[in-house]
């Protein structure tokens, strides 16, 4: 099984809602990352979990909270947005490529959840 | 800084014909990657390029990697509409878990 899953794939939301995105992966991946992606733009790194620590945070605004509740979940809190916040936000997973070798180091992405803040 | 750049960043060209997308890297690297994305869709992996001279083939589409020359190349041969897309090139800093992505080739074959 080399699939990610998100949930869901669509969402509107307003300015003072608070609202989650969920990830799934069972391939075993001990590295699992929340990307941005704008229209026509290249997906920008947000987060990466290792071993369900964070390990990167690229100074993203705190109006994003991400939690990775164990190996196999990765959730996107989302508060406060604001509509430049709308964008694809797009899970992906990989095997960790600090511990193994680079043979193993492939990101899988989901299909992605189509955010839209009103 | 790692940068990654794509060119060209746009490219139309006719079914039946030949191209190459070019990606360049700006540090030493030896994986690369590249993936297609179709409009509103995620990113779907083409080919994992692990060495210096890995060549990686899938239908009408080859990939080649030069680490020397900081440098992968993706051609097309014999285009058809179906590889209309937007192609990304992704460069891993080693030993780190940051993909740095290339800007893009929106790639449109015509029929």
């Known amino acids: 099984d080399t699939e990610v899953t998100q949930t869901p794939k669509h969402l509107v939301m307003g300015m003072t809602n608070k609202k989650s995105l969920k990830c799934e992966q069972h391939m075993g991946h001990r590295a699992m990352y929340w990307y941005k992606q704008k229209a026509k733009k290249p997906p920008e790194l947000m987060f990466v979990y290792s071993y369900e620590k964070l390990s990167i945070n690229e100074s993203v605004p705190s109006r994003f909270s991400p939690e990775c509740p164990n190996s196999s979940l990765l959730n996107l809190h989302l508060h406060a947005l604001q509509p430049e916040d709308s964008a694809l936000y797009l899970c992906?997973?990989?095997?960790?490529?600090?511990?193994?070798?680079?043979?193993?180091?492939?990101?899988?992405f989901g299909p992605g959840t189509r955010l839209t803040v009103t | 800084e790692l940068k990654v750049e794509q060119n060209p960043l746009f490219l139309s060209m006719q079914e039946g014909k030949n191209y190459t997308i070019y990606c360049n890297y700006s540090t030493t690297s030896d994986r690369l990657y590249w993936y297609r994305q179709d409009p509103g869709k995620s990113l779907e992996s083409l080919f994992v390029l692990l060495s210096n001279g890995a060549v990686k083939q899938e239908g009408r589409l080859m990939a080649s990697l030069d680490t020397k020359a900081r440098l992968s190349t993706l051609h097309i041969t014999a285009a058809v509409h179906d590889l209309s897309a937007t192609y990304f090139c992704?460069?891993?800093?080693?030993?780190?878990?940051?993909?740095?992505f290339g800007t893009g080739t929106r790639l449109k074959v015509l029929a």
């Open positions: 992704a460069v891993d800093t080693s030993g780190t878990y940051k993909y740095i």
């Open positions: 992906a997973s990989s095997q960790d490529p600090v511990q193994v070798t680079p043979l193993s180091y492939e990101q899988y």
